[in-house]
């Protein structure tokens, strides 16, 4: 057996026999979703049965779902097997309206842990490796997601859960993590304690794996943590409806992610026709998931943008890859007619080294005109040096201007002035006017 792979089999499936097996699991699920009232009455009004699913590309037959289905028949109204046969149920709050849930049976359960395993297991880690996760465990899934996963490829586990950023490194440095998962924005935030506590992480801890993920970053960012931590950093994907962690992954070329299509079925769209984008070009990702069993999804419109890397990837897998995400739809900023993604302004940001990671947009409406102001913090806790903060500022400011062609108000602040959140980073305050 090849030690590179976890999933050997699956893994290294030339394209044509995914695609085999792609068909097979998509007529499977197809078949499986009429015992979901759901599925059963979108088919039957769209003049669909599973006969109708000949193809892969059959499956631009069927309608898409959409998180407001998933609210609309919240709880359980989309499960494709009785309650009994569920044994566990994720639910996310999401920012705005009802919550949604995603059941799973035992064998989904087993199948989330083995893509999370094989996703662990691509970049390195063995179960000699202390894993160490602190993400929020309880409804978020990237706390029980990446522990069963963690435990499935056999290393010493420890749910560290979230916040309280000296037991965190005080359980590094006690029990020898070598692999720690946290958000990017986290992963800045444990490094300044380290910091303050004379903690070199190169010298003083054994880490050298971080998994980022859960929230949008920029290939800056993630150099900024690799050198911050003396570690490789590997881009995770995942969503809650999708189960959580172990969608996508990077493999160790660390040149896109790969999504397991022995598990989804990708297609990338046009958010506003909703007609496939042509091969390579941006657009909205939707997925099916085609080896679940409690709550399948078809043609579920993630919101998330990203596109399709063209070309075969070195490390021997051909299961897509996707691009670094760009943000979701929602998350795009339309100022003065132009439309903007926070990732841009990030990017920006950390290519220069003075500044820290922690940085605010807030849209504001000044007289009638929609504004930008920019707030970042600087790497150094205090500095006087007046003209030096200013022509740092108009460095800034005319770079941002290039990247995002409207000219935002930039503000240099002292370390720890903007507000921490625990879990994810808020980046954009959106105080406009609305009409
Ligand atoms: P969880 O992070 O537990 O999956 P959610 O389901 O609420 O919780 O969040 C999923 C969303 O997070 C995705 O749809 C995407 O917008 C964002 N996300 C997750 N991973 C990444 C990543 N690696 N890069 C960018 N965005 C990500
Ligand atoms: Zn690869």
Redesign the pocket.
């Known amino acids: 057996m090849d030690n590179r792979y976890f999933n050997p089999e699956f893994e290294t499936m030339t394209r044509p026999q995914l695609q085999k097996l792609q068909l097979e699991r998509l007529q499977n699920t197809v078949r499986h979703c009429m015992n979901s009232p759901f599925y059963k009455k979108r088919f039957e009004e769209n003049g669909l049965t599973p006969d109708s699913i000949k193809s892969l590309d059959d499956l631009k037959k069927i309608p898409f779902t959409t998180k407001q289905d998933l609210r609309d028949t919240y709880p359980f109204g989309m499960a494709s097997v009785p309650l009994d046969k569920c044994v566990r149920l994720h639910s996310?709050s999401g920012t705005t309206g009802k919550p949604t849930v995603i059941l799973h049976t035992q064998r989904d359960l087993d199948q989330w842990a083995n893509a999370v395993a094989r996703c662990l297991w691509m970049v390195g880690l063995r179960p000699d490796d202390v894993f160490q996760n602190s993400s929020g465990y309880g409804m978020?899934?990237?706390g029980l997601g990446f522990q069963y996963g963690a435990e499935k490829l056999g290393m010493l586990t420890v749910p560290a859960a979230a916040g309280n950023t000296l037991r965190q490194l005080k359980f590094i440095k006690d029990f020898g993590t070598t692999a720690l998962h946290a958000i990017p924005s986290y992963a800045a935030r444990l490094f300044e304690v380290m910091q303050e506590q004379g903690v070199d992480p190169r010298r003083d801890t054994k880490l050298k794996t971080l998994v980022i993920?859960?929230?949008?970053?920029s290939e800056e960012t993630r150099r900024r943590i690799e050198d911050m931590l003396g570690v490789k950093a590997y881009?995770?994907?995942?969503?809650?409806?999708m189960c959580?962690?172990g969608v996508a992954f990077e493999c160790p070329e660390q040149n896109g992610l790969h999504i397991w299509e022995d598990y989804y079925i990708v297609e990338i769209v046009d958010p506003e026709t909703l007609e496939p984008v042509p091969d390579g070009e941006v657009g909205e990702m939707v997925l099916t998931t085609i080896n679940r069993e409690a709550m399948p999804l078809l043609r579920y419109r993630?919101?998330?943008l990203t596109r399709i890397l063209p070309g075969e990837c070195p490390c021997g897998r051909h299961h897509m890859r996707l691009d670094?995400?760009q943000?979701?739809s929602d998350d795009m900023i339309i100022l003065k007619g132009v439309n903007i993604f926070p990732i841009q302004i990030e990017q920006v940001l950390m290519s220069f080294q003075e500044l820290s990671s922690d940085y605010l947009i807030t849209l504001e409406t000044l007289s009638d005109n929609d504004a930008m102001t920019v707030e970042v913090e600087l790497k150094q806790i205090a500095t006087d040096d007046y003209s030096l903060l200013s022509n740092l500022t108009k460095a800034i400011t005319s770079r941002l201007r290039d990247e995002i062609l409207v000219t935002p108000r930039v503000v240099l602040l002292p370390k720890g002035s903007l507000p921490q959140s625990e879990g994810k980073a808020v980046r954009v305050n959106d105080l406009r006017k609305k009409f």
């Open positions: 996310s978020f899934t990237g993920g859960a929230e949008p970053h881009n995770s994907f995942g969503m809650s409806e959580g962690p993630t919101r998330d670094r995400m943000g979701r």
